[in-house]
């Protein structure tokens, strides 16, 4: 029978968080599941279900959820154990375990209600991209940097073990990506930057009328072209989500 052991580990920087999940599998282990959660996300959730079972402190900036599963308890501890000692290379703080069904289910539950917690909080744009996990420490300084030229907020929180991130954002007055042309311009400067190091605009949610718009920065004409094609001979009187891809 498997058994499912998660914990959480705190970083002082969420650069350090992302090398850390790429170290990981560059040692040969291959979590269940890795989650990460930045310190902005972390503290609207923690506030939203009033749980302090990863606390936050000043120095806190981003926090890991990794879980381990097989057959064999004690190869699990010994694998936690060699994890958790990589982590402390990479400005690792405290690790803590959830030692029993109902703390494992309220760590799941912190990382479960994410995205509901930031967009009652203002997040209401949401973008779904992908890199390679070796490059999850670049998008996410980046994510920061656009911020601050193009005047919006984000947090950051998703499937570090698949290098998905999700990318929530908060712009004063607007809901949509599509009412601002201000935060249109920075989310294309966003996947841009999503294209330039190695990923695509969409890791798990499709495109859609969201970011049909955006396309062209991930995909050449020929692509685009390929894709239409392909479409008219399934569905030659477009009758089929039509306008959720192509015009």
């Excluded at 606390?55 to 990794?66: C, N, Q, S």
Aim: proline letters at 4%; glycine letters at 8%; hydrophobic letters at 40%.
């Amino acid at each position: 029978r498997s058994t499912l052991f998660p914990y959480t580990t705190l970083f002082r920087s969420p650069y350090r968080a992302g090398e850390a999940v790429s170290a990981i599998f560059r040692a040969g282990f291959t979590p269940s599941a890795l989650e990460l959660v930045e310190i902005d996300a972390l503290r609207i959730v923690s506030r939203f279900i009033n749980n302090s079972l990863v606390p936050v402190t000043d120095d806190t900036e981003a926090h890991l959820i990794i879980e381990v599963d097989g057959n064999y308890p004690d190869i699990l501890m010994n694998e936690m154990e060699a994890i958790s000692n990589l982590l402390t290379l990479y400005d690792a703080g405290d690790v803590y375990f959830a030692d029993d069904a109902q703390q494992k289910n309220e760590l799941w539950r912190m990382r479960r209600v994410v995205a509901e917690a930031v967009k009652i909080d203002g997040y209401t744009v949401e973008e779904d991209t992908v890199v390679p996990r070796a490059e999850l420490p670049a998008l996410i300084r980046g994510v920061k940097e656009l911020g601050r030229k193009y005047n919006f907020q984000a947090v950051c929180y998703g499937h570090a073990g698949d290098g998905n991130l999700h990318i929530r954002i908060k712009k004063p007055g607007v809901t949509h990506s599509l009412e601002d042309a201000e935060l249109v311009a920075g989310i294309r400067a966003l996947f841009a930057l999503v294209h330039k190091l190695g990923g695509t605009i969409s890791g798990e949610h499709g495109v859609g009328l969201v970011q049909k718009g955006y396309m062209d920065i991930v995909f050449g004409e020929v692509n685009l072209q390929l894709m239409r094609g392909i479409k008219k001979t399934f569905d030659p009187n477009n009758i089929l989500n039509a306008g959720k891809i192509f015009d």
